[in-house]
């Protein structure tokens, strides 16, 4: 496996279903994105890690709880959502946290919520 | 507050030229990345821009003017695969935040 990976590709939950979404990079990055992509709208950056540590979250709902057990793999915890969560949702890693680091971006989870 | 403006759709027969306009207003403003993403797939890194000017990379090209707020990504000799998004995005502090528009759909056309 080759860049960054995501599983599930498609994920169809109900509204009281309990998911995960997980990310994989190959690259040897030390910093990784969790990004939601809505029809017709920009990219939200919803969290960032730094060599495991969370140093960003963007007023995300805590219905969304991100971990990074390691600085290969990123998770996203999904419970409760609701139908406005549905979209897709693409992770991302980078060399380093800083100006100028090319990101790149797995091919994305669709998610539909019930 | 943030906002990055960017068309939100144009055509072009194939051969053409296609330049992607790309305004932006950041409390912070370090640098500007152009993203290519095509229907169902991960976006992929074109260009970045962090001086004035112009950036040439084959068949694709990046200006931007900091002092103007102001981006284009240009697109020459177009071809069929080049139909997809183009995402303008602004790094917007020192730890290479990105704010993105909501993209410019290409449709290049025989």
């Known amino acids: 496996e080759t860049g960054v990976t995501q599983t599930p590709r498609h994920l169809v939950m109900g509204m009281t279903n309990k998911k995960s979404l997980k990310c994989e990079q190959h690259l040897g990055h030390n910093a990784m994105y969790w990004y939601k992509q809505s029809a017709k709208k920009p990219l939200e950056l919803m969290f960032v890690y730094s060599l495991e540590e969370r140093v960003e979250n963007n007023s995300v709902p805590s219905r969304f709880s991100p971990e990074c057990p390691n600085s290969s793999h990123l998770f996203l915890h999904l419970h409760t959502l609701q139908p406005e969560d549905s979209a897709l949702y693409l992770c991302a890693s980078s060399q380093d946290r800083g100006a100028g680091y090319e990101q790149y971006f797995g091919p994305g989870t669709r998610l539909t919520v019930t | 507050g943030q906002n990055i403006d960017q068309p939100t759709e144009m055509t072009a027969t194939e051969g053409a030229i296609v330049q992607i306009n790309c305004t932006y207003q950041t409390s912070g403003f370090n640098g500007l990345f152009w993203y290519q993403q095509h229907a169902g797939e991960a976006p992929t890194f074109l260009s970045y821009n962090v001086l004035d000017g112009l950036e040439e990379k084959g068949r694709f090209s990046s200006f931007l003017s900091r002092s103007k707020g102001y981006s284009y990504l240009l697109l020459k000799e177009l071809q069929m695969k080049d139909s ?15 704010q993105f528009g909501a993209g410019t759909q290409v449709v290049v056309t025989p």
């Open chain 2, 84 to 98: 997809a998004s183009y995402l303008c995005a602004a790094e917007t502090d020192s730890w290479g935040k990105l």
